[in-house]
């Protein structure tokens, strides 16, 4: 007996002991942290937009919260040192006024891995004109009712005629792209030219039967109920009244959900449908675009090992995208191509009561211009108090209920 | 319930273990006489090897038999203190050892187990002693209760000499701690180390050299969970100086489980010389350890790893007779390398795991300490009559993030003063009365942070106000009192009472902190 405990024991300690020179091992060779050095070079693909003197190169490294920035010249390439190992965000940004357009120039490596000395990176860098259409304000993460309870009926979509040309949003579509939540295991798309599209899972349209014109400087409310949401009977904790929205996402009349003035949207595309179009509270993400053709709902695609039925949305014909996630420790788990949105915004959190909206870029002839450059990191701040129309938007003439 | 199923029968095994070692003495060892508080005391100061590293020592320290069993109420009160400290803190334990004669060999045993509430902590997410060095860990700002337990089990052994030459031995210590906090984010967190060190000496007349090795390992295991699901809750993940990153508990992409595994291995050389009623002993320890922390166990992301390098060296000198005069030397440094990965997902349908692409040293932390501490004790028949001693002891701590750059350094001095009387109220009866005096006074301390957030209340909330506390100067006044009295006529069977209070006052604020105790004893 007494040899066979110490059998045991002897078997223990050696397999305990195994483990620790395994441990040992794995740290043997590991050094002191060194600063690394990096060359940038750009990729100009401009089309027929000027060339800005300069462009912004900016590295981020979300996991240990750093970030540098340099200046390069179109044609250069610059050597960025002291930066710390680890997966970074390298953006490129210009911004330029000609022939009475505003370009905005983009390019991004996301998730770049810079772990050795003297890597180059090469960055393609494409240009656009600001959109006329733009999200203005975003309240999606729900508010508290008075006694603690969680109410997610009172989210609500602006969206803003930022240019000084009339837009007509006649068949515009909103659309909530897959995957629903911020994730580090994004979804793998079948075809070579996957790259080429953002895939929705829930596709909305402003109806296609009458022209719905909109103005420099006025805005449209989406709304996923446009009901006065500080009744009684709903949240009377509820920062909003959305009786005035233009459009709702009315799906069926329920003891709580009636059918408001605002326009019903078109549900042009929806293979899970539920009594409401909530969307997360944890922070979707979006794009308003205008489909060049009729949006077939039975030509669905699914990621692979996935049968979540999804669309495609060619990226060319994206307006405006807003990435929107659960905390700001999650911009390392993107889902918005860095093209239609290189950054995030968030509230921090669910039912906070709190909206993002973009910022006030200035202020011309009285009409108010919003900051616009496909990053929603900089573009986009925090409101404690979600409020359709701040800065003075107003709603459209034809919009007689408001 | 399986957990609260295997501490109580844990708890009940180590009882009656210290008692049958106890019971057995009884019988063993006829010519023992009673024990009380202060003859453990003189025991104990009177022998070299107890208090080393190598458990076959204990047979050259010729001990006697002694056990006793303590059960102790303490509470902490008063803002002089850590962050992560409670503003109150209660503790209830329960603590028993006992050492004999088996032979010509010697066993010592010894267990002790705590329940202790701390109460308006701050700073501590999941992890059960946010102060044994473990840079990688959760925190937030939500002042929270904090319950804790901790059950502790050692044991020293040593066998006869061997052709009076040789001796071995081995020494043992199991400890599990259980904690739980008590606001959201809250966590449960399970902690358990084991540590062995086998070891062996050798007799070559006056002079004894010894030798022991030392094994460790240990988990700690803690999951964090929110009660009120509706609410998430941020979190600040800590890797060292102030710099980390933030992450949230519920919801989505909530943080994982966090799992510390340790090993340590070492070992230590020791050399004693005797001659008439002097003793010396010099000795030598190096141990290494790894702990790595890993989050999310069902798809493991490293989240650090320290590699920890302590060498430890001590002199102590002894003079035994009518008095005994107790002289001890020590230094020790340990440097420990905080270890960070880059890892990316392989996000490939098969395989969504976490790689590593690149892993670096991203921090050190250096802690040296020298002391001397001389002890006398008045009468050393059995128990002592009275007893002084003075301690000084310099430490200096040395902390550095590389990327970006953040540093910490305090340099503090301590110096100590004590004495204690054995008042002889009756035949069997005595009461002892002790005070001390520690006096700590800060050298030189900076701490400069450089990463990206200056502003945010992880630096202005608890870095700082804690770098403060560390780096402040103070004085602390002691006393205890004990009686103690026989409580069989035939048998050696005696009890104590004991009340000890500590008050602690800085030099440079208005807070101050109290801890007190008051603990009921039997001898046996």
């Not at chain 2, 606001?183 to 060190?197: F, L």
């Amino acid at each position: 007996m007494k040899n066979i405990i110490k059998i045991v024991f002897a078997s223990i300690i050696l397999v305990l002991g195994l483990a620790a020179c395994q441990q040992f091992e794995d740290v043997a060779t590991i050094d002191k942290v060194t600063p690394l050095e990096s060359t940038v070079s750009l990729s100009l693909d401009l089309g027929n937009a000027p060339t800005p003197s300069q462009f912004n190169v900016k590295f981020t490294n979300y996991a240990d919260r750093f970030e540098l920035s340099k200046v390069i010249s179109p044609n250069g390439s610059i050597v960025v040192d002291g930066l710390i190992p680890g997966i970074y965000t390298v953006t490129v940004s210009a911004e330029m006024a000609a022939e009475g357009f505003t370009y905005n120039y983009s390019g991004s490596l996301v998730n770049q891995k810079i772990v050795t000395d003297n890597s180059s990176l090469s960055i393609n860098v494409q240009a656009s004109k600001s959109g006329a259409l733009v999200f203005k304000e975003v309240f999606y993460c729900g508010s508290r009712t008075p006694t603690g309870g969680s109410y997610f009926r009172d989210q609500f979509y602006e969206i803003y005629n930022n240019s000084e040309n009339v837009v007509n949003v006649r068949g515009l579509a909103i659309a909530l792209l897959n995957p629903n939540t911020a994730t580090a295991n994004l979804p793998v798309w079948p075809g070579d030219d996957a790259a080429n599209f953002v895939y929705a899972t829930a596709i909305w349209q402003v109806p296609d039967d009458k022209d719905y014109p909109v103005n420099p400087g006025e805005s449209i409310i989406i709304a996923q109920m446009a009901d006065d949401h500080k009744k009684s009977n709903l949240n009377p904790s509820s920062p909003v009244n959305l009786l005035s929205a233009e459009f709702e996402t009315y799906v069926n009349t329920t003891s709580i959900i009636s059918d408001n003035p605002a326009i019903n949207m078109y549900m042009a595309f929806w293979p899970t449908k539920m009594p409401q179009w909530l969307t997360t509270v944890f922070g979707g993400v979006f794009v308003i675009y205008f489909p060049t053709e009729v949006i077939n709902a039975n030509n669905y695609v699914t990621p692979i090992g996935s049968a979540t039925k999804c669309y495609k949305i060619p990226i060319v014909d994206v307006i405006d995208a807003l990435e929107l996630i659960g905390n700001p420790n999650q911009i390392n788990l993107k889902r918005m191509p860095t093209t239609l949105d290189a950054g995030a915004a968030t509230v921090g959190g669910t039912y906070l009561t709190k909206s993002v909206a973009r910022k006030v870029k200035e202020t011309k002839n009285g009409r108010v211009i919003l900051y616009d450059t496909n990053n929603s990191t900089n573009d986009f701040e925090v409101m404690d108090v979600p409020t359709i129309r701040r800065y003075g938007a107003v709603a459209p003439s034809w919009n007689t209920w408001k | 319930m399986k957990m609260r199923k295997i501490k109580y029968t844990y708890m009940v095994g180590a009882s009656l273990l210290t008692l049958f070692i106890t019971q057995r003495a009884v019988a063993q060892d006829a010519a023992i006489k009673q024990t009380s508080p202060a003859s453990i005391e003189l025991l104990k100061a009177g022998s070299l090897w107890m208090n080393s590293t190598n458990g076959a020592g204990l047979v050259l320290d010729n001990l006697s038999y002694f056990s006793d069993i303590k059960f102790t109420y303490g509470i902490k009160d008063g803002d002089y203190k850590l962050n992560q400290e409670g503003e109150k803190e209660r503790l209830f334990g329960v603590s028993s050892e006992g050492g004999l004669k088996l032979g010509k060999g010697y066993a010592w045993g010894g267990f002790a187990y705590s329940n202790e509430a701390q109460r308006g902590t701050l700073f501590n997410t999941a992890i059960i002693d946010p102060q044994r060095g473990m840079p990688y860990y959760p925190i937030d700002p939500n002042k929270s209760d904090w319950m804790k337990q901790t059950y502790d089990l050692s044991m020293k052994v040593a066998t006869r000499p061997f052709w009076d030459k040789v001796i071995l031995g081995a020494q043992a210590d199991y400890m599990t701690k259980v904690g739980a906090k008590q606001i959201d984010p809250r966590s449960e967190v399970y902690y358990y180390r084991i540590n062995v060190k086998p070891s062996a000496i050798v007799i070559l007349g006056n002079h004894n050299i010894g030798v022991n090795f030392e094994y460790q390992n240990s988990i700690e295991t803690s999951g964090t969970i929110n009660s009120d699901g509706q609410v998430n809750q941020p979190v600040f993940v800590l890797r060292g100086l102030g710099n980390g990153y933030e992450a949230t508990v519920g919801g989505l992409q909530s943080l994982g489980d966090f799992i510390y595994t340790g090993n340590k291995a070492g070992g230590a050389l020791q050399y004693s010389y005797s001659v008439n009623n002097l003793k010396f002993l010099a000795s030598g320890n190096y141990t290494y350890g790894v702990e790595d922390v890993i989050s999310s166990p069902t798809k493991p992301k490293k989240e650090g790893a320290i590699v920890e390098n302590v060498i430890e060296g001590k002199l102590v000198a002894l003079k035994t007779g009518d008095n005994i005069h107790r002289l001890e030397l020590s230094y020790r440094t340990e440097n420990l390398d905080g270890i960070e990965y880059v890892q990316e997902l392989d996000n490939t349908y098969e395989v969504q795991s976490w790689v590593v692409v690149y892993s670096s040293i991203r921090s050190n932390y250096k802690e040296q300490e020298m002391s001397f501490k001389y002890d006398f004790f008045r009468g050393a028949d059995h128990d002592y009559n009275w007893r002084a001693g003075v301690s000084a002891q310099y430490k200096k701590n040395d902390d550095i993030y590389y990327m970006p750059e953040s540093t910490e350094m305090i340099k503090n001095l301590f110096l100590g003063v004590n004495g204690k009387y054995n008042f002889s109220l009756c035949k069997n009866c005595n009461i002892l009365i002790g005070a001390n005096l520690v006096y700590k006074n800060n050298l030189d301390g900076e701490y400069n942070y450089g990463g990206a957030e200056p502003d945010s209340y992880i630096i202005t909330d608890f870095m700082t106000p804690d770098f403060k506390y560390m780096k402040s100067s103070y004085t602390k006044i002691g006393g205890d009192i004990s009686y103690f009295t026989k409580i069989s006529k035939t048998g050696k069977a005696g009890m104590f009472i004991k009340a000890a209070v500590d008050y602690y006052k800085p030099s440079d604020r208005d807070d101050n902190r109290i801890q007190s105790s008051l603990s009921l004893g039997f001898t046996f």
